[in-house]
C-alpha cells in the first residue's frame, strides 16, 4: 500500500476487502476535494465540467491546486446528452471558474489529454461521456497521467439505460481495474449530502500504484 491508501484509510476508517470494491460512506464530493487539499495535491484535472459545478467545488476547496478543466462543449455524433445547452454551459463555466486557478480546455477528452505527460497529475476526476467506448477511452487515457500515489476518480459508478442515456461507468471501471490489476478499488458511497449536489449518485476511486499495469 501507498501513504495516499493509508491517508484515506485512516481518515474514512476503511476495512479494504481484497475481493470486493471497499466503500467509502462518509464523503461528499466536497469532502472529497477537501482530501485532495489534505494530501497536498497541487495539479489534477476534471474530464467534463459541463457548468462547471463540481470543478468549482475542487477550485474552492483547494485554492493553492491547478485545476484543468476539459469539456468538449459541443455536440459531436453519438453523444445524445446536453446538446440543447453546450453553449450555454461553456459560458457559464467559464464565469463560475474565472475567479479561480483553473485552465479551460476545450478539446475532446482524448485529444487533451495528449497535452499531458505521463504522471504529471496529482488527481483526475473522470465525468464525461459515461458509454462504454468514451469511458474505456477516458480511464485509459487519463489514468497514465497521474503520478504513482494520485488519485483517479469519477462519478457515477452505475450500469444503466433509460432511452437515449447509457451509463456503462461500473462495468468498465470492473474491468478496468481488473485488467490493470488494481486494487483497492473503492466506491464513493456519497453516505453524506453534499452542500452543492445533495444526495448523490456513487462514484469510483482507486490510487495509482507501482505495481499496477496502467
Ligand atoms: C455529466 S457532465 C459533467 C458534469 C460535471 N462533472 C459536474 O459534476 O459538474 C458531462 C460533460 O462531459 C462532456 N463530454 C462528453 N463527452 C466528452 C468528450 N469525449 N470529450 C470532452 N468532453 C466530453 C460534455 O460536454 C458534458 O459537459
Redesign the pocket.
Known amino acids: 500500500m501507498n501513504s495516499t491508501i493509508d491517508y484515506l484509510v485512516k481518515k474514512f476508517g476503511l476495512v479494504i476487502d481484497p475481493k470486493h470494491p471497499t466503500q467509502i460512506h462518509n464523503v461528499n464530493?466536497t469532502i472529497m476535494a477537501q482530501t485532495l487539499k489534505e494530501l497536498g495535491f497541487k495539479v489534477g484535472a476534471?474530464?467534463?465540467?459541463?457548468?462547471?459545478?463540481?470543478?468549482e467545488i475542487l477550485c474552492r476547496e483547494n485554492p493553492q491546486a491547478l485545476l484543468y478543466a476539459?469539456?468538449?462543449?459541443?455536440r459531436?455524433p453519438g453523444?445524445k446528452?446536453?446538446t440543447d445547452r453546450?453553449s450555454e454551459?461553456y459560458r457559464q463555466a467559464k464565469k463560475r471558474l474565472a475567479p479561480y486557478n483553473c485552465k479551460l480546455v476545450k478539446?475532446?477528452?482524448?485529444d487533451?489529454a495528449k497535452q499531458f505527460k505521463d504522471g504529471s497529475l496529482d488527481f483526475v476526476?473522470i465525468?464525461?461521456?459515461?458509454d462504454f467506448k468514451?469511458v474505456a477511452?477516458?480511464l485509459c487515457e487519463w489514468s497514465k497521467k497521474v503520478r504513482v500515489g494520485g488519485i483517479v476518480y469519477g462519478?457515477?459508478y452505475q450500469r444503466w439505460r433509460r432511452g437515449r442515456s447509457v451509463v456503462d461507468v461500473k462495468d468498465v471501471v470492473q474491468a478496468f481495474v481488473y485488467a490493470h490489476q488494481i486494487r483497492p478499488l473503492f466506491v464513493i458511497a456519497n453516505g453524506i449530502r453534499d452542500p452543492k449536489?445533495g444526495g448523490d449518485v456513487p462514484g469510483w476511486l482507486f490510487v495509482r500504484q507501482e505495481t499496477d499495469l496502467i
Open positions: 464530493r476534471e474530464v467534463g465540467v459541463a457548468q462547471g459545478w463540481h470543478a476539459v469539456d468538449i462543449w459541443a459531436y453523444y446528452e446536453y453546450i454551459y478539446k475532446f477528452s482524448s487533451a476526476y465525468d464525461g461521456a459515461h468514451n477511452i477516458d462519478h457515477d449536489f
